[in-house]
């Protein structure tokens, strides 16, 4: 049988608003009687009155609606069923000295179920509702389904066709002060619904009634209650949310179904009420969201907004006993991982490392700009300016399956840890989570199950039911270092998705250039799932770290924010959350601090951490900072022995202990503790790990300099792809001579590389490629009014949009070899990076260099465009005809170039360059490679920039160089703040640019281009050309 609950809220009935709630009202019972021909039973969710200081103010509610109500319906008092709201609570009772703020007494979920056991006592406590019982006394006096009823909470038995439903009057607003400020801090009380659980034991189906959703409870009481909630209750339905949030209204939560009542009056607009039908015989629940329209209508319709014809429909589970006991088990598992695997994930964090700054995940991390093209792609920065990027908790809170792709040290480790903490900590949110490294899959069979187990083993969790819980879709599994070239890994995984495809996939994983440009596909996992890129830091990000990391104490934010943007500009590094963060922490203790590369931040930051120049140093007695450093090289050695970048934790005791013998020192078990404490050092599953992969790295590389074989065996043939940062650091620490012979003999590996690049690619022939005039064309034709002088950004803007391009992978604390696929990209950026380092070589060398260099990423360029023309030749898609082909063709040849150019930026782009790069531009062989370096020369924004592409266009023939000039010039001016001098000059380029090659002879019409260059037709036209 079929029964009916009309689901009201919020009516705040007060008697200055009496002919504005007489107009919806009136809406009201006309809307009943012609939705329902029958109604059972009435739910009101709290907020009766308006306030709820004087016992009149409820009469006159009870004489002018639920009177009125009753009667439309045809019910009674008995089947009418009422809780406090916020509003319901007399204020005017509420003593500051007596009362205080009542749920602050009440720190942890024990003191406040002892209250609740002990309510009788404490009634005093409870005046602010007094005028509200007296009331509901009245109402219920004779009601013969009351079950129960204490100074908290009623219970109320019905029978329905052999079915017990139960209803529980919870009471939210015991602790309300009635306000805004409210939020997060009331109380309902975990004992509170125990004890209404108990009181309905009888019954097959139970119904929670709630004034407050749970968010506006604290965080302890959220979540006891919500774990309650969803295995003692059925439906649980709530009031008190006054806007038009429809996002959460109704939904299902491991089968009990949550429904939040829209405001029944809050002014002559947004108000609204449910009709809630339920069959017991078959379980299905039909709710009917109804919306008040104002102006002439005067009615209530359907809340389309809220679903499609206002109406959303659910299958309850009544026999979920099983389910539920698997439910209660999980819910311990969370609390325990919350408690054990939050701690994990803090003391990873940098501030966690001798530092004041905040050791809490939540109050330091940063949530990453996220696009779904990659960041140097003028689609990327667009979704930022118009507020399109996503945001990082919408996604979350998705039910997706998602890939975060990011460059080296972009944060996508700690993206992970992050997300699982926000899971661990969301109380309605039941899922696991499991952070896996896709790198370090156990062997064997079922190796997915393994790694969950191996996962929570480390936490001591060893009786979790992974097949069950895997089978019920009870996990979110985060996979860390995701690897395309992982084949079997891959394989792996789509059979395991395809048969638990219920739970949910995160995963994050290193940029690739090839599959950024769609050379290489995303891999088919057998499920469906969404792409975004990590873009790099941008002002306003730095600036709130700066402000997180600095929070306990005062500072000039733009000072210390300025001195970190200078130093990334200085010596060229990315703007990556690892960079900025070890700036900081080193900034926290030397304010001055200048970093000469990025080697020398890890320098910095080692010695401050080690104590160098701590006073005690000096004494005889103590472990010096040469010594703890040159344990540590040796121990990054022995990582490397093992092939593992890792030891065993015993290993690692009886390494400490040999290493002092065999010195002849004594064992100073205060500095083996000192290495995990200051962070250095992490212990994980047994096993001792460096805490960041860059302390590795540096480490090694320091013990490059002292082990001539570590030095052969790192730059082996077969080793120095793998351990290419480690080659970066050492160059970076040695400067002169022993940077150049390592770049001598990447040099000769790079040549050897592209030799049959060189043989298919020839320089000459790119600049002739031939190329349609996309961007002149669209000038030409579009009526363009918006002056580009007149194309200003905001701060804000500026703070998102202007700043450089960053890079890549930050595992937390582990290290796996790389492979090296595509080994001339590799040898190439390798190469590129060592030359940065090469401050103190001569500045002819470095010219030699720079122009090798330059070279290989024109002949790179040649080869995709090769590779990208032959699979649009190949493609057979019928939908691609000739015409949209050659149109590919053409934007392609366009974007190749742009999208190597970040890449060279990337790699290449420091200011200590800029004579090399002046001289190289004169002295180069082809217009092609003068364009890269004019374009490098642009990115890092070097004085004179304009001019270099000026000289570029004057002296070029090439309709494809004007064209990438072109989109390059339209790229700085949509997306680079510039001096007014350079955008008077950026302007005047592209406008003589654009007139020549339109042969415009009419000085009127040469002025009206230039006058009529607009941002924002011309860059939205021209987005794919541009990408």
């Given amino acids: 049988m079929e029964k009916v609950i009309l689901h009201l809220s919020d009516l705040h009935y007060d008697i200055s608003n009496e002919k504005d709630i007489k107009v919806v009202l009136d809406a009201l019972m006309e809307d009943i009687k012609k939705q329902c021909s029958k109604v059972d039973y009435i739910i009101f969710n709290g907020d009766l009155v308006n306030r709820g200081n004087s016992k009149e103010n409820f009469d006159i509610a009870y004489e002018r609606f639920i009177c009125p109500l009753l009667e439309c319906t045809g019910l009674t008092t008995n089947e009418f ?100 400020d409210d939020y997060s801090k009331l109380l309902l009380g975990e004992r509170q619904v125990d004890n209404a659980i108990d009181n309905l034991s009888s019954c097959e189906f139970k119904i929670a009634l709630i004034h407050h959703p749970l968010s506006w409870l604290k965080e302890y009481d959220r979540e006891a209650v919500y774990n309650r909630l969803i295995t003692g209750f059925n439906m649980v339905l709530t009031g008190h949310i006054h806007n038009q949030n429809y996002k959460e209204v109704a939904f299902d939560n491991h089968n009990t179904i949550f429904i939040q009542s829209p405001s029944l009056f809050q002014g002559r607009t947004y108000n609204g009420y449910s009709i809630l039908k339920f069959d017991f015989a078959s379980n299905d629940l039909e709710i009917r969201f109804r919306e008040y329209f104002e102006g002439a209508r005067r009615v209530f319709g359907k809340a389309e907004r809220i679903a499609d014809e206002g109406k959303l429909s659910f299958k309850l589970d009544l026999d979920n006993e099983k389910n539920n006991d698997l439910i209660k088990e999980n819910v311990l598992y969370k609390k325990e991982l919350k408690t054990k695997a939050y701690l994990d994930i803090n003391n990873k964090l940098l501030s966690s490392s001798d530092s004041f700054a905040p050791k809490d995940i939540n109050d330091i ?22 507020n399109e990027d996503m945001d990082l908790h919408e996604l979350l809170d998705s039910d997706d399956n998602v890939f975060f792709i990011g460059k080296k040290e972009m944060g996508k480790t700690t993206l992970l840890s992050y997300a699982c903490n926000y899971y661990l900590k969301k109380h309605d949110n039941l899922k696991i989570p499991i952070i896996i490294d896709f790198n370090d899959i156990p062997k064997g069979k079922n190796v997915f199950q393994k790694a969950i187990s191996n996962y929570l083993m480390n936490y001591d969790i060893n009786e979790f039911d992974i097949n069950s819980n895997l089978k019920e879709g009870n996990c979110i599994l985060l996979f860390d270092n995701f690897n395309l070239n992982n084949h079997k890994n891959i394989s792996r995984l789509k059979e395991f998705s395809e048969i638990y495809s219920k739970n949910r996939f995160i995963f994050t994983m290193k940029e690739d250039i090839l599959q950024t440009m769609k050379i290489k596909d995303m891999p088919d996992l057998g499920f469906i799932y969404s792409t975004y890129y990590i873009n790099s830091l941008r002002r306003g990000q730095i600036r709130k770290l700066v402000k997180n990391w600095f929070s306990f104490k005062t500072i000039n934010d733009d000072v210390i924010l300025e001195n970190v943007m200078k130093s990334i500009s200085k010596i060229g590094v990315p703007r990556t959350p690892m960079f900025v963060s070890l700036m900081l922490w080193i900034l926290e203790k030397e304010a001055d601090f200048t970093p000469v590369n990025e080697a020398s931040v890890i320098d910095n930051f080692i010695e401050t951490l080690l104590e160098k120049l701590n006073p005690d140093e000096a004494k005889y007695e103590t472990i010096g900072f040469k010594i703890k450093v040159d344990f540590l090289t040796h121990l990054a050695k022995q990582m490397i022995k093992g092939d593992n970048y890792f030891i065993d934790l015993s290993l690692f005791e009886e390494l400490f202990v040999s290493y002092f013998n065999e010195i002849g020192l004594e064992v100073d078990s205060t500095l083996k503790k000192s290495l995990f404490e200051k962070g250095i050092l992490l212990r994980v599953n047994n096993n001792v790990y460096f805490r960041f992969t860059c302390f590795f790295e540096y480490f090694i590389a320091l013990e490059m300099d002292e082990d001539r074989d570590l030095y052969d065996y790192i730059m082996d043939k077969s080793n120095y792809l793998t351990f290419s ?13 022993k940077s150049y012979e390592v770049l001598k003999l990447v040099e000769e590996r790079l040549l050897d590389s592209f030799t049959e690049i060189d043989k298919v690619v020839d320089l000459e022939q790119l600049a002739s490629l031939p190329v349609k005039e996309l961007l002149s064309e669209i000038s030409k034709n579009e009526n363009v009014t918006e002056k580009v002088n ?17 890079e890549d992978d930050e595992k937390t604390y582990v290290k796996k070899k790389k492979n090296i696929s595509e080994e001339f990209i590799g040898n190439l950026e390798l190469y590129s990076n060592v030359l940065k380092n090469c401050e103190l070589v001569s500045l002819d060398l470095k010219m030699d260099a720079l122009k090798i260099s330059i070279e290989k990423y024109c002949k790179l360029t040649g080869f995709i465009y090769k590779t990208l023309y032959k699979m649009v ?18 934007l392609l040849t366009i974007g190749v170039p742009l999208a190597l150019q970040s890449m060279i930026a990337k790699n290449l782009g420091t200011p200590k360059l800029k004579l090399s790069i002046e001289q190289s531009i004169d002295s180069v062989d082809t217009d092609f490679e003068k364009l890269m370096l004019v374009c490098l020369y642009g990115d890092l924004r070097l004085d004179g920039f304009i001019s270099k592409f000026d000289n570029l266009v004057s002296q070029t023939n090439s309709l494809l160089i004007k064209e990438i000039v ?35 002879k009419d000085k009127r019409v040469k002025g009206k281009i230039k006058q009529d260059l607009m941002k924002k037709q011309i860059i939205d036209k021209q987005k794919n050309a541009v990408d």
């Fill in 365 to 386: 991390f940063v949530p990453p700009i996220l696009t779904t093209k990659p960041e140097n792609s003028s689609t990327a920065n667009q979704e930022i300016m118009d």
């Fill in 81 to 180: 069923f009422i809780i406090p709201g916020n509003h319901d609570v007399d204020r005017d009772s509420i003593s500051e000295f007596v009362d205080g703020n009542l749920t602050d007494k009440f720190r942890d979920r024990d003191k406040l179920n002892s209250f609740i056991d002990k309510i009788d006592n404490y009634k005093q406590l409870l005046v602010r509702l007094d005028k509200y019982h007296a009331f509901i006394d009245s109402l219920h006096k004779e009601n013969f389904y009351l079950n129960s009823k204490n100074p908290l909470f009623s219970t109320f038995i019905l029978e329905i066709d052999n079915y017990k439903v139960g209803i529980a009057c919870l009471n939210s607003s015991w602790g309300s002060f009635g306000g805004d």
């Fill in 873 to 890: 030749d190949e493609d057979n898609d019928e939908l691609l005809g000739i015409t949209e082909k050659n149109e590919l063709i053409n």
């Fill in 725 to 737: 940062n480690e080659v970066i650091y050492y160059t970076g620490l040695n400067q002169k001579k």
């Fill in 966 to 1000: 072109t989109a390059k010039l339209f790229y700085y001016q949509a997306f680079y703040t510039i001096s007014p001098h350079e955008q008077e000059q950026l302007v005047t380029l592209i406008s003589e640019i654009l007139v020549k090659k339109q042969n415009v």
């Fill in 790 to 806: 007149e194309v200003k950004l905001s701060e804000e803007e500026k703070d998102l949009i202007l700043d450089g391009k960053s």
